[in-house]
């Protein structure tokens, strides 16, 4: 298989399309505050209609900004339903801005949730939290929708999690340090097959549910990054995310089309670093992206 790596530079670059399944990278970033990468979060957009998986900081900006840019599909009404890998904060701040900016902006139905048992607690407190403006903003004249801004939760298990007649969405376990639930997805689309990793350590259940995937959508750290941490930090990231050189292992074995990285953890090293460290295992296409990247 001829090597190809590919640093897109482009603020969005919209490269070959599928037909119907679009894959909007809105945030690429981890916990780490960098402002050329928000918090974690993919959109995948099937005949215009999308689907949320994840909900980092500056979701709804990095949407809007899409929409600006021409991408059909991920306009603040359409933001209807959201998937949580799991419940640390680098991949849930986004949440509030998701229930109610699209609701105060005119979604009229409520937001629906997806994620592991916890969730509903979460989006508890966010209700909680936020009661006077709700009372507010629903007694102000000409206000938003008294519908859309109650999520629906659905705290989920492994397996089907979601269908309708564009996608089927199945949830599986991933070991994240020692987080009791944490999921991958595995989007099936009419003329694509999906797999996002969340965060995860490395999995055969990544290569089991990609098996041969057009496209996997995996977070990654850089080994010679690592090298450079304490002791300490070493002994939690290796129980918590996934090397370069372990993901291309796993992209090899799930024998996956296309590689996309994401949630990068660079430790200080170079992007070019990184694909390298990636390809040493690995002789497949990856993609390191920016944000609001399409493919």
Not at 9 to 18: D, E, F, I, N, Y
């Amino acid at each position: 298989m001829k090597r190809a790596i590919l640093i897109l530079l482009a603020p969005l670059l919209l490269g070959a399309q599928s037909p119907r399944t679009k894959i909007v990278m809105l945030g690429t970033g981890t916990p780490i505050p960098d402002p050329d990468r928000m918090g974690p979060s993919v959109a995948v957009i099937v005949d215009s209609v999308p689907y949320i998986f994840d909900a980092g900081t500056g979701i709804v900006r990095r949407t809007v900004a899409a929409t600006r840019a021409g991408v059909g599909g991920l306009e603040l009404a359409s933001l209807q339903r959201v998937f949580l890998t799991h419940l640390h904060s680098d991949h849930t701040l986004g949440l509030a801005d998701l229930i109610f900016t699209p609701w105060i902006q005119g979604r009229a139905v409520p937001l629906e949730v997806y994620g592991p048992p916890g969730t509903q607690r979460l989006v508890n407190g966010i209700i909680d939290g936020n009661d006077d403006d709700i009372r507010e903003r629903l007694a102000s004249s000409g206000g938003p929708a008294a519908t859309g801004w109650k999520p629906n939760v659905h705290e989920i298990e492994t397996g089907i999690v979601y269908k309708d007649s564009r996608v089927t969405i199945r949830a599986f376990a991933v070991p994240h340090s020692a987080w009791k639930y944490a999921f991958g997805y595995r989007i099936e689309t009419p003329d694509r097959t999906i797999v996002i990793s969340g965060d995860t350590r490395p999995s055969p259940a990544i290569a089991a549910a990609c098996n041969g995937c057009d496209v996997l959508i995996h977070e990654v750290y850089s080994d010679s990054g690592f090298a450079t941490l304490k002791p300490i930090r070493q002994t939690y990231h290796a129980q918590a995310h996934t090397s370069a050189k372990q993901l291309g292992t796993i992209a090899t074995t799930a024998n996956a089309k296309t590689l996309i990285l994401t949630h990068l953890l660079f430790f200080g090293a170079s992007e070019a670093r990184l694909l390298a460290e990636v390809h040493s295992t690995f002789n497949g296409t990856v993609v390191l992206p920016r944000d609001l990247q399409v493919f």
